[in-house]
């Protein structure tokens, strides 16, 4: 709109600077709850990263000698201030209380003698640290690692070496060949170990894992030994139920639990997307649809479990059983909870998802390219599947990432429908039929709780819950990277001309 | 798509009318003075959007293998007319259509006719361009493909012809896998052609195809309908006066949903014989 009149001018001018101030502050206002956003998520992040990242990484082992005489080997993990440096004692049985002090938190390993992994250190009890260079860090078996002083590798009493680099070789030796050799061996083999105290240890031969010495190592080997150890927590099963060993059958579980939830899911949600959107006509009912859709998003996913439990496992899979595998009744087969009926509950919390973004993608679709389809003499169907479907696919991508993004990170419904602690096989395996969607599975989220929260001792388990994270982190991270490519990718296909 | 040759027009069995725009003739005068077979033949049309009328009794016979020219002021119903001939009004909701469209004397709103086969006879054209996001030469495949073609030497041939139809071969022979997306305005037009004639339709309804478009690529799409016109009946809505005088060889001038005035081009540009078509080729409204 023109405006000739040069004195109309001035309050509009005025009213937009006002209005600009306001907008300032919402300016500052937005900008600063992104800020926040931003802050807490790589606080997260970082933490996770950082934490988990660290836990392989072979930290140097120490002596620490205290006031009174004893020593302790370990690796220190933190430092705290406190303001109680020994809380236990008043203040005439010499207790320091209400002063502030520092203790370090040492890792001494040797669950088994100690009863402990970790000790706090108050400072002020410390009469010396330093760094000794024989400590040696054996990875066991059973019982987490242990931390002591070579003496000897004894086979039936019988002295084998007493240095450690033939103790090295004898180890590299049993590995070359493969593990657990030895059964044929007549004299048992053990390796006897100095601890702190002073005492002597011994340690069975087919109880060590591995063995080294941290302080020894070169940044570099430091590095080998790290990317190992990280490679074998990917791709090696758990021990110790679950609080030693790797992670692989809750990587695998989740990986193809999302795989299958997304198989289900997105035809589903498209087909019913395409119907509300392309086929449906709108009014009173559709409406309803859509607002049930919605609402069906923000149900608690608990109650998707129940409903999973309910209708997959007892109602479907009990028929199931019944109809197919009567012989092997009472023990039911797919009438308990499995990867299918998991990723079925799982696809049905996720649906709403994809059905609200594949409407938006077809919505996108301009109508013009669609009369240029049927003007050709393309019927409805073949317009939407070879037009408009390629153009909404970005859309239904971006549904399949967030369903991704959720479904892998959600736990309670799978509790319920057939996530264990503990998957005795992988549900993919080379037996035949290869899938065997009826089996339980291993996924990462309930690995993190139960290593956080389950396990015997949370203390050990800590840095694992942290790796078990970040791996669970990357492993979204990655799924959605992958998708949000491809979507570019189409996106780049499907860009609108400039014209 | 295979038609029995054109042999007896059904307008010619109809006790004529000296009116064109009243139907019903035999055969139209051409404006050199021959006489032209109807292709389309519109009776007695009218049509409703809702409770809004928006073609008022329209009757008026479309020669064949000549461009006939729609004009008239903004809302007058042009392309709803247009839409008419190949069904696309038929997309509209609460649209209903009284009279008959005849296309080769079939009406083309029989319940056993098939549509999609009569969008297959009778192509279009649109304002916008509005090529699929997809190559150029899967553009111009896409048609033959839905109507059964399914050999790539098939769809090469059909590719070929049919972009070197709509003079468009030599400038994208070496970018035939390039997403049509990236081609300019006047190629993406023109590539609609292409799309268009790919199917090998009869009649060709262009609903003002150059609006958007420079007079060079103007001008290249003006030369192209008049190649075309030894084989294609078409019909072109324009606002531009001079289009439709430079490029069609009937005229209809249609008015606030009416059939004003329809004659040789040449003849309603030099003598209107209605005051309407006077005023608003002298444009003095519209
Ligand atoms: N889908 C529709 N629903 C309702 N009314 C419509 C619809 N399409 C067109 N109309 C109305 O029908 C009348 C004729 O429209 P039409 O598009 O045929 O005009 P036109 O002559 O092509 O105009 P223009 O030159 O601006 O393209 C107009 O009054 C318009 O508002
Ligand atoms: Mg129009």
């Known amino acids: 709109m023109r405006n000739s009149d040069p004195g109309r001018l001035r309050p509009d001018r005025r009213r937009k600077r006002s209005g600009d101030r306001l907008g300032a502050v919402f300016i500052r206002l937005s900008a600063g709850a992104m800020a926040v956003n931003l802050l807490m998520v790589l606080g997260l992040l970082v933490l996770i990263g950082v934490k988990g990242l660290g836990v392989f990484w072979p930290r140097s082992l120490v002596e ?20 109680d440096i020994d809380p236990g004692r008043t203040e005439e049985e010499g207790g320091r209380n209400g002063r502030r002090g520092f203790r370090i938190r040492v890792r001494v390993a040797n669950r088994d003698l100690e009863g402990e992994e970790f000790l706090w250190v108050p400072e002020e009890e410390i009469a010396g640290i330093r760094v000794r260079e024989d400590l040696v860090r054996v990875e066991r078996a059973e019982w987490g690692d242990f931390l002591g002083r070579f003496l000897r590798l004894e086979a039936g009493g019988k002295k084998v070496t007493d240095s450690w680099g033939g103790f090295r070789k004898a180890l590299d030796a049993r590995d070359s060949v493969g593990p657990r050799t030895d059964e044929g061996r007549k004299e048992a083999w053990k390796a006897v170990f100095e601890v702190a105290g002073g005492e002597t240890v011994e340690i069975p031969w087919e109880g060590i894992l591995d063995a080294i ?10 590095c080998g030994f790290y990317g190992n150890r990280f490679f074998d927590f990917l791709v090696s099963e758990p021990r110790s139920s679950n609080t030693e060993g790797g992670i692989f059958p809750a990587i695998f579980g989740t990986v193809l639990m999302v ?20 086929y449906a006509k709108d009014g009173p009912f559709v409406r309803i649809l859509r607002i049930a859709i919605n609402n069906l998003a923000g149900v608690p996913s608990i109650v998707f479990g129940i409903f999973g439990l309910g209708f997959f496992v007892y109602t479907l899979g009990g028929r199931i059983d019944s109809l197919f595998f009567p012989d092997r009744l009472p023990e039911p087969t797919f009438g308990t909870g499995g990867i299918l009926w998991a990723s079925l509950t799982l696809a049905l919390l996720t649906v709403p998802v994809v059905i609200v973004a594949t409407e938006e993608g077809l919505a996108a679709v301009p109508k013009s390219v669609r009369h240029g389809s049927l003007a050709l003499g393309a019927t409805k169907l073949e317009t939407i599947w070879n037009v408009v479907l390629p153009g909404a696919a970005p859309g239904i991508l971006t549904g399949v990432i967030l369903a991704i993004s959720r479904a892998a990170g959600e736990v309670a419904p799978l509790m319920i429908v057939g996530m264990v602690k503990m998957a005795p096989d992988l549900p993919l395996d080379g037996e035949f039929p290869f899938l065997h969607p009826e089996r339980k599975f291993m ?24 790796a078990t994270t970040l791996v669970l982190v990357v492993l979204v991270l990655v799924m959605n990277l992958g998708a949000i490519a491809l ?13 | 798509m295979q038609q029995a040759p054109f042999e007896e027009p059904l307008a010619a069995r109809l006790p004529g009318s000296p009116a064109l725009a009243k139907g019903g003739g035999g055969k139209l005068p051409d404006s050199g003075g021959e006489e032209v077979p109807d292709k389309v033949e519109l009776r007695g049309l009218s049509l409703w959007y809702g409770t809004k009328r928006a073609l008022h009794d329209i009757s008026m016979r479309i020669p064949r293998n000549r461009i006939t020219a729609l004009i008239g002021p903004s809302g007058c119903g042009k392309s709803t007319l247009l839409r008419c001939i190949n069904r696309m009004n038929d997309l509209v909701e609460d649209v209903r259509i009284e009279g008959e469209v005849l296309l080769e004397g079939e009406d083309i709103h029989d319940p056993d006719l098939d549509v999609n086969a009569l969008r297959a006879r009778v192509g279009m054209v649109f304002q916008k361009s509005n090529p699929f996001p997809k190559s150029v030469y899967e553009n111009v495949a896409y048609g033959p493909r839905i109507h059964g073609a399914r050999k790539r030497a098939v769809l090469d041939e059909i590719v070929e012809r049919s972009l070197k139809g709509a003079a468009l071969w030599e400038e994208v022979k070496d970018r035939l896998h390039e997403s049509a ?47 075309l016109r030894s084989e294609y009946t078409m019909v072109i809505v324009t606002h531009n006066m001079q289009q439709a005088s430079r490029v069609s060889d ?37």
Not at chain 1, 443 to 466: C, N, R
Not at chain 1, 487 to 496: G, V
Not at chain 2, 256 to 278: D, K, Q
């Open chain 2, 181 to 227: 997306l990236r081609l300019s305005g006047g190629q993406q037009q023109r590539l609609c052609i292409a799309r268009a004639l790919a199917v090998e339709p009869e009649v060709i309804l262009f609903d003002e195809p150059c609006s958007a478009l420079d007079p060079v690529a103007t001008g290249k799409i003006e030369d192209l309908m008049r190649e």
């Open chain 1, 64 to 83: 620490i000698r205290l006031k009174d005489g004893s020593r302790i080997w370990g690796a220190v993990v933190e430092r705290e201030t406190v303001r």
């Open chain 1, 259 to 278: 795989f299958l939830m997304t198989i289900f899911v997105t035809p589903f949600g498209v087909l019913a997307a395409i119907y509300l959107r392309e």
């Open chain 2, 250 to 286: 009937f005229t209809a001038f249609l008015y606030m949903g009416t059939l004003v005035e329809h004659s040789p081009t040449r003849e309603l540009f030099t003598r209107p014989r209605e005051a309407r078509t006077e005023d608003y080729i002298s444009g003095r409204f519209g």
């Open chain 1, 443 to 466: 996924h990462l989220g309930f690995h993190i709780f139960d290593l956080g929260f389950q396990s015997p001792d949370v203390e050990a388990t800590k840095p694992l819950v942290y």
């Open chain 1, 213 to 222: 010495r941290p302080n020894r190592m070169g940044f570099l080997e430091k």
């Open chain 1, 487 to 499: 979507r570019n990718r189409l996106r780049k296909r499907n860009a609108t001309s400039s014209v």
